[in-house]
């Protein structure tokens, strides 16, 4: 039996597949966790949704692109859709839409001591409230009004993180650090007009997982959603696993028990 974590697929059903070929992967012992942004730009978003809610051992947190997907079905937006035609005109959109929204924004892992998250966790945040603020935005994406949320989800405000916070407000910042986060500042003030390298952030702003008083620290903490990386980090207990396959690059897994990496090349340039 093993644990393998999948970097950002974005409808790369192909590559998953030969991933999953590579790491001799056994759907009745094995466990996949999925660090989010499953669906778009890739040609085959609803074969990776189907594949994924199928398997019997999984965990998946939500990624920008799989909460956008939600909003195109519900029309709460106007943004491109043509990715998501094939999605959008299944027998099943339905029943796929209702299982994305049910899936999680943060999980914690006691035996690997292993968070897993799409894009990362402000400084202030200790384990405990990174779950517990977690949670709120799950509980209303699996509510019945949850169409009422993806309304007022979208925004870069507020950017800085005040526990007064309350309302849309509120879940937007959690939603926003969780999925969206790159450059933040030592006091969790959110930057999102640097999307780059390091070093392509404002002054004062830092790669989130870079700055020395974050209270998650000491745990292991795996992530996608930060491509221009290419699963290059020098930080103990963060593990990148974006690398970039809808862009050309490569489909990352990372095998919890002995921390190695595999990966497959994209057929996209």
Known sequence: MATYCIGDIQGCFQELQTLLHTIKFNSNKDYLWFVGDLVNR??????????????????????????????????????????????????????????????????????????????????????????????????????????????????????????????????????????RLRFCTKDNKLDFTANGKIGSQPENYFPWFNIPERKTKNHKIVFGHWAALAGKVFEPNVYALDTGCVWGGELTALRLEDMQRFAVPCRYE
């Open 42 to 179: 890739g040609p085959e978003s609803l074969e990776v949704l189907r594949f994924i809610k199928a398997l019997p051992n999984k965990i998946v947190v939500l990624g920008n692109h799989d909460l956008h997907l939600l909003t195109i079905f519900h029309k709460t937006t106007q943004f491109e859709t043509k990715w998501f035609q094939k999605i959008l005109a299944a027998p099943d959109a339905h029943e796929l839409i209702d299982w994305v929204r049910k899936q999680k924004l943060l999980y914690y892992n006691h035996k690997f001591d292993t968070i897993l998250v799409h894009a990362g966790i402000i400084p202030d945040w200790d384990l405990d409230s990174a779950l517990k603020y977690a949670a709120e935005v799950e509980a209303v994406l699996g509510a019945k009004n949850y169409i009422e949320f993806l309304k007022h989800m979208y925004g870069n405000e507020p950017h800085q993180w005040n526990e007064k916070l309350v309302s849309w407000d509120r879940l937007r910042f959690f939603v926003n650090c969780f999925t």
